[in-house]
């Protein structure tokens, strides 16, 4: 008599090849959450200089903008200058949910929808400050970024190797 086969981790019955689009897809969430997180614990580590990076632009220079960037200038000087300590605790508390969620792989579709909206966020600040020369690897770190959280919005790899798995089943 043969053995009844235990039931997988994931719905339904999956091929080799989906089988390893759904590994890749596991290692760039964990990945990515891994990576909020421990930006998160290197900020908290050293607050002395994060606070430092969070007032950048608040003295006489403040912040040159060349080029198209100028709108995001002033949104940085009229809106998140003056409450500079609202914001940092925002990028905090977004790192530290962003992580959480991408690693329990719980909401992963909102947790990579709002990991999008903060990568842009980093991305327009940086070319900001460094008045577009941030060469090369800034822009193709944050370019990264932003790809594999489209490839979990738009995958949603929760629903296989996470807590969406088991929020879905009860329903």
């Known amino acids: 008599m043969a053995?009844?086969?235990s039931k997988p981790i994931t719905t339904g019955s999956v091929g080799k090849g989906e089988a390893g689009m759904r590994a890749a897809l596991l290692i760039i969430r964990?990945?990515?959450?891994?990576?909020f997180l421990f930006t998160l614990l290197t900020l908290f580590i050293d607050r002395a200089a994060f606070?430092?990076?969070?007032?950048?632009?608040?003295?006489e220079n403040g912040i040159y903008v060349a080029g198209n960037l100028q709108t995001v200038a002033d949104w940085?000087?009229?809106i998140v200058h003056p409450h500079y300590m609202l914001f940092a605790w925002l990028v905090l508390c977004g790192l530290a949910v962003v992580g959480l969620l991408l690693l329990?792989?719980?909401?992963?579709?909102?947790?990579?929808?709002?990991?999008i909206v903060?990568?842009?966020?980093?991305?327009?600040?940086?070319?900001?400050?460094q008045q577009g020369n941030t060469g090369a690897f800034s822009l193709g770190f944050n370019s990264a970024f932003l790809i594999?959280?489209?490839?979990?919005?738009?995958?949603?790899?929760?629903r296989f190797f996470g807590l969406d798995a088991l929020w879905r089943r009860k329903k």
């Open 104 to 115: 329990l792989g719980l909401f992963t579709r909102v947790a990579a929808c709002l990991g």
């Open 51 to 59: 606070m430092k990076d969070v007032q950048l632009g608040t003295g």
């Open 76 to 78: 940085l000087q009229q």
């Open 3 to 5: 053995k009844p086969r």
């Open 30 to 35: 964990l990945f990515l959450g891994g990576y």
């Open 148 to 158: 594999m959280e489209v490839a979990v919005l738009i995958t949603s790899p929760g």
């Open 118 to 129: 903060m990568n842009i966020s980093f991305l327009l600040v940086t070319l900001h400050i």
